[in-house]
């Protein structure tokens, strides 16, 4: 079976999927390409699990629960409804929204900053530095690592679907285990996730560490892409800027389209816990399904002209944040992120151009949809 690289757009290949083969067996990996296929998996934690570390063996996994526990992403439940609720706990909504006005004041100033070169790099200008900045104001540690965070956040994104970077996972947790709060001292999410505790459970360190891992790694590359694939698919979409900039309500609607257009998570996997079938395929115990999250965004029997960006579409039924229990917690912020970015380019920036990404510039994944660097070109209204 083909499956094109990461430096290949896959989206003619899931229509061609769609339509041909919406489930299909290549060795023991069952590729899924169908909306309604991939809601029903991921709805369904009983026969589809997320709790891959049963997988790996012995060994493997004890040598990663030396440092932290698994990520809530990976765990199914009673131990994913306990972890889950306890991290809510901590990441409220009046929380995130108490950030608006910060996030809005590094957008604006990152925005501004990009008055000083012609062609420059949107990525590293403004679609990374502003999520980066925000998750570590918000896990109290300092921005002067934000190298650091980068570097870490690269090796695991890449790492995925290729099996865990337990080096670099090491390493984060070491450096999170010493930014625990326990007495309470500060007021930063990290110290929050110290205090909270649901029925006399609170969380331990190694949890603590494994959540601002995935915190740092899922906000940080989930919002960086969002916001790269939204200025991309704007400029490429005839009318939709000057929309923007003339009606800034239409803003929220163009984030929900490119969540849908060119979702951040491309693909997200599960394995059967028994034998199954689904759409007519035979599923074994232990089988690993591969759901292609960007191609269900894109199914036409769900989103009429799925291949056409519109931001006017009534359909937000996407799943770009994921369905069932491991709905993105992240996602009210990553929203809030990228609405508030496009809202203050918008205001600042009458209009640009872009260097349209070779396949070289994508990310090397074949998971995260996004891009390393993205040249633009902006028109300020106020030189």
Same mark, same amino acid.
């Given at each position: ?15 061609k999927m769609r339509n041909e083969s919406p489930v299909a067996r290549s060795g023991n990996t069952i590729h899924v390409f169908r909306?309604?296929?991939?809601? %029903? ?38 131990? /994913? ?26 957008? %604006? ?96 360190? *190694? ?10 790694v899922a906000g940080n590359e989930t919002t960086t892409n969002l916001i790269t694939n939204a200025l991309l698919s704007v400029y ?5 800027? %000057? ?18 257009? *060119? ?6 996997? *599960? ?24 191609? !269900? ?14 931001? /006017?579409?009534?359909?937000?039924? /996407? ?6 229990? /491991? ?6 912020? !990553? ?5 508030? !970015? ?42």
């Amino acid at each position: 079976m083909y499956i094109p690289d990461y430096t290949e757009e896959p989206f003619e290949w899931y229509k061609k999927m769609r339509n041909e083969s919406p489930v299909a067996r290549s060795g023991n990996t069952i590729h899924v390409f169908r909306y309604k296929d991939i809601t %029903s998996v991921l709805s369904n934690y009983r026969i589809f699990s997320s709790q891959f570390r049963d997988l790996l063996g012995g060994e493997m996994a004890e040598m990663m629960n030396q440092k932290t526990t698994p990520s809530i992403l990976i765990l199914d439940p009673p131990v /994913h409804t306990t972890l889950r609720n306890l991290v809510s706990d901590a990441f409220t909504p009046a929380t995130i929204e108490s950030y608006r006005e910060r996030v809005r004041k590094i957008a %604006s100033r990152l925005i501004k900053n990009m008055k000083n070169n012609e062609w420059q790099d949107a990525v590293t200008g403004l679609s990374y530095l502003l999520p980066i900045t925000v998750i570590s104001e918000m896990l109290g540690v300092p921005q002067s690592d934000s190298d650091l965070f980068r570097d870490w956040s690269d090796k695991l994104a890449t790492s995925l679907g290729r099996g865990p970077d337990i080096e670099t996972q090491f390493e984060m947790a070491d450096y999170f285990y010493g930014k625990i709060d326990r007495e309470g001292k500060k007021n930063n999410l990290i110290s929050r996730l110290s205090r909270v505790e649901i029925d006399g459970r609170k969380l331990t360190d *190694r949890e603590i560490a494994g959540f601002a891992i995935l915190l740092l790694v899922a906000g940080n590359e989930t919002t960086t892409n969002l916001i790269t694939n939204a200025l991309l698919s704007v400029y490429e979409s005839r009318g939709v800027y %000057s929309e923007m900039v003339d009606n800034p309500d239409i803003i929220p609607s163009v984030v929900e389209e490119t969540l849908r257009y *060119r979702s951040p998570v491309q693909s997200t996997r *599960r394995y059967a816990k028994v034998d199954t079938e689904l759409n007519g395929i035979e599923i074994l115990k232990d089988d690993i399904l591969c759901l292609y999250i960007g191609s !269900a965004n894109r199914d036409e029997s769900i989103f009429p002209d799925g291949e056409i960006f519109n931001p /006017h579409r009534e359909a937000k039924r /996407h799943i770009a944040f994921g369905q069932g229990i /491991h709905f993105c917690l992240g996602a009210p912020l !990553a929203r809030m992120e990228a609405q508030i !970015a496009l809202e203050e380019f918008s205001r600042e920036i009458i209009s640009y151009d872009v260097k349209i990404p070779s396949p070289r510039d994508r990310l090397d994944s074949d998971i995260m949809y996004g891009f390393r660097k993205m040249l633009i070109k902006p028109e300020f209204r106020n030189m």
